[in-house]
């Protein structure tokens, strides 16, 4: 029995119609097939509710992971694509796929549908987020951070490691010192203040063993050991090794002055020689080996000032090949040869002198075998005066 909609209960039995527009008892069949429409009705709401809720996670997970690296996920979905094509346009294609993809994915149907529709948008996607500036900046800082994470926790490891090599060293020098091997107390100081400097309460230690290997280095003229072994001393507190720290200073300049000059470095032998002056060094055969610097370094200079004037004039060299042929000579002898393919070349020159003219050129001279217009092979000796890389006079022998 039909009651009017959504009654409470039967206006003929009284039951109750649990919001339902039939009775229950007077008519059954359609009571239930409502509330079972209904029930569907509920349940597919919901179902849709948790598939929208599905589809945004998975959305924002696979946003994220892009993000890690879009250019790869571009590669990877134009794959998918590309995939999916050849299996909804080859049959036998897509029946190996359905054989080897696992179990988990879905029907190969479906997934051919979502190879090929849901790839593009996934790569395009991929592009946007590539491209996107915040995106490039959030990445950016992720990668900055980690590196800034990796170089710090390497700096600490290393700061670590360099403390207690520090230690070690400081250790094993004070006990060498303490056996009066002052020479291996030198050496394990001066490792240890590579790192940091020296503790002050083993200032005596380090002047005493400084001093001692400093004397020592003297004596076999080991002068740059010397010196580094006076000046580590007067950093710690020495007083009296000023003047064989000086003194090591002026043999070292002395063997550096020496090789200067006998390799003609006369620029850098003069230096050398100003820093010697400097610290009260006078000898008359270093002043005399000075001068000769001083003039072979103004004839230099006058001969580069000569070189210059001469390229003005003249212009640069003539390019000159391996075999030491002048291709622009060649270029020139082949164009007013009557059979250029039996030229043959020799002894070739180049210098400097002067053109007919009277002025100053290049001269490139050289031997030319080859047939005349009677099909005779003759020798001539030809001579180019060149300026400029233009010949301004030809004479032939």
Known sequence: M???????RCSACGADQEGMDFCPKCSPALFQKQKERLDKKSK?????????FKWFLILGLLIAIINLAPLFF?????LFFVIGLMSYQNA???????QIKPKWLPETDKLVKYMVFGSPVLFLASISILNDPDMQQLR????????????????????????????????????????KNKSLAYDKFREARVIKSLPSSEAAAVVDSAVYVGNKSLEIASYGDAKDAFELA???GAQDVNAKLKRAKIELLLEDAKLLHNTRGYKEFLGVYEQLKQLGFRDKNL????????KSLAYEAKQEQQKAEEVALIGAQPEVWEDGSLPLVRFIIEKMANDPKSIEYDDWSLTQGKAPDGK???????????KNRFNATVLDQYTFYIRHNEPVDIKTE
């Open 234 to 236: 007067i950093q710690y």
């Open 287 to 294: 002043d005399q080996r000075a001068e000769h610097a001083r």
């Open 74 to 78: 571009c590669v990877l979905f134009s």
């Open 92 to 98: 036998n294609f897509k029946k190996q796929l359905s």
């Open 2 to 8: 039909k009651m009017e909609s959504m009654n409470e």
């Open 44 to 52: 597919n709401t919901e179902f849709d509710k948790m598939v929208i």
């Open 140 to 179: 950016a800082v992720t990668r900055g951070g980690r590196v800034n994470e990796t170089a710090s926790a390497e700096k600490t490891v290393e700061s670590v490691s360099q403390d207690s090599i520090y230690e070690t060293l400081v250790t094993e020098a004070k006990a060498a010192y303490n056996q």
């Open 360 to 370: 100053q050129a290049w001269v490139a001279r050289v031997a030319v075998r080859g």
